[in-house]
């Protein structure tokens, strides 16, 4: 690519000449953010691909988000800008492994959380995310015995939350486990009127020393809609991008991970670029292809999550 290149200029050229939308998540890069149509959370960037009329969806994010996009519009084109950008919580459920581990529990329905697979939502019986899991799992009824994938830590915090006792899939995301408890509460003793703020994939610990949970977009409008000046978070540092623009006086400190070499950056969300983003419009490659049988069985329970959070 040329240096001098306006890239923003040529992504919202390219936008217009291939009726292109960019959709992307809130841990992709500040440039990213700013050029995109809409920026969300897992559910809210489900729900815009569900209702687009754009030939081409670009998603600026990880692989199972724009394989969901995929799932839903197979008529339209689905690029992503680095088909490496992969997710540690959704590897962390290997297919064949997760088919045995529900062999392991008949009776039980299938509810996955949407960071996994496609061969895992074809598995599922409905899938949720952070925002509207609480919805998704009380649309169950209470003695229906359930299995709840892949992230354990989610899983328990959810299980608190509704008195269930869902049985877990032992996974994780490597970005929110990586926060020490030890240093957070000394930067709260430092910052004693600071709230914490965290995202339900980090360890129980680190939950209940939080002042406020939730998705992305939830934590985002909370930092909106609440009085304090400081505010420590414990998730991916893309988000504070939003919270700081939204907020212009309020401080965002991201929250201190457990080894001081670690950064709370996901290397797979940030492996997407201006530049990929801007490559990935004008040759319309790497694009998401799937088998029409497993699109088919992945699509239905995203649409039995889609159809219980209208
Ligand atoms: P949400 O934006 O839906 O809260 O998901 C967070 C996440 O880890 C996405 O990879
Ligand atoms: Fe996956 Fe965690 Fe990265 Fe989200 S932040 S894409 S869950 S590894």
């Known amino acids: 690519i040329d240096p001098s290149m306006d890239l923003f200029h040529e992504i919202e050229r ?16 500040p440039d990213i953010q700013d050029v995109a149509d809409y920026i969300g ?23 199972f988000m724009a394989e969901t996009a995929k799932i839903l519009n ?19 459920a290997p297919a064949e ?3 045995r581990f529900r062999e392991q529990h008949p009776g039980h329905i299938v509810i996955s959380y949407i960071n996994c697979s496609a061969d895992i939502k074809a598995l599922s019986d409905i899938i949720c995310t952070s925002s509207n899991a609480e919805k998704i799992i009380e649309s169950v009824p209470a003695d229906q015995p359930i299995i709840f994938a892949p992230d354990r830590n989610l899983g328990a915090y959810l299980n608190k939350k509704t008195g269930r006792n869902m049985v877990l899939w032992n996974g994780a995301c ?11 509460t000394k930067l709260k003793i430092r910052h004693p009127e600071a709230k914490l703020i965290a995202h339900p994939e980090c360890e129980d610990p680190v939950l209940r020393v939080a002042d406020f949970i939730g998705s992305t ?21 893309g988000i504070l991008h939003q919270m700081q623009k939204g907020n212009p006086f309020k401080t ?5 991970p457990d080894n001081s070499c670690a950064c709370n950056d996901c290397p797979h969300m940030k492996l997407n670029t201006l ?26 329970p995203i649409e039995r999550m889609l159809e219980i959070s209208k």
């Open 14 to 29: 390219l936008k217009k000449e291939k009726n292109a939308i960019v959709l992307a998540h809130y841990y992709q890069e």
């Open 41 to 63: 959370d897992s559910l809210g960037l489900a729900q815009q691909a569900e209702k687009t009329t754009a030939d081409i969806i670009v998603f600026a994010g990880v692989h």
């Open 74 to 92: 197979p008529e339209k084109k689905v690029l992503l800008p680095d088909l490496k950008a992969g997710c540690s919580l959704a590897d962390s």
């Open 97 to 99: 492994l997760f088919r």
């Open 174 to 184: 490597m970005v929110h486990e990586i926060f020490s408890l030890e240093k957070i």
């Open 217 to 237: 977009t939830q934590l985002l409008k909370y930092t909106q809609q609440d009085n304090a000046k400081e505010f420590i978070v414990a998730t991916e540092t």
């Open 252 to 256: 965002f400190i991201p929250a201190p």
């Open 275 to 300: 530049e990929k983003l801007y490559l990935c419009m004008e040759f319309e490659t790497p694009e998401i292809t799937m088998d029409e049988t497993l699109r088919t069985a992945a699509k239905r």
